[in-house]
């Protein structure tokens, strides 16, 4: 069984940057997406941005252009970098793999969360004003 373990999250000022990583343990062969999600207090978890095999990205239209998300070349490792943060970036990021392509995924990031199979323990992000 794959795991999935987040770290880099902390506290950042507003207009900040942060970088979140996630390492993968196990068989990881029929993992065919990757991504990232969040989930703020009093909100549903949703989509950040994902990421494919052939390395296609996706993004939510709220972090667009400022946020990248990549894989190392072994793609046992994912990161996502977060430039000109906001307040409401805060929120728990989870880091996720699903055994379908990222292809199959909605415009809605929101809806993104049923196709997940593998969830992170999720590490905390605050920014400040």
């Known amino acids: 069984q794959v795991q999935l373990v987040e770290s880099g999250g902390g506290s950042v000022q507003h207009g900040g940057s942060l970088t979140l990583s996630c390492a993968t343990y196990g068989y990881s062969y029929y993992i065919h997406c990757m991504g990232w999600f969040r989930q703020a207090p009093g909100k549903e978890r949703e989509g950040v941005a994902t990421i494919d095999g052939d390395g296609t990205t996706k993004y939510a239209a709220s972090v667009k252009g400022r946020s990248t998300i990549s894989q190392d070349n072994a793609k046992t490792n994912l990161y996502l970098q977060m430039n000109v943060m906001k307040p409401e970036d805060t929120a728990l990021y989870y880091c996720?793999?699903?055994?379908?392509?990222?292809?199959?995924?909605?415009?809605?990031?929101?809806?993104?969360?049923?196709?997940?199979?593998?969830w992170g323990q999720g590490t905390q992000v605050t920014v400040s004003s």
């Open positions: 996720a793999a699903a055994f379908r392509g990222c292809a199959e995924l909605g415009r809605d990031n929101r809806q993104w969360v049923v196709f997940v199979n593998i």
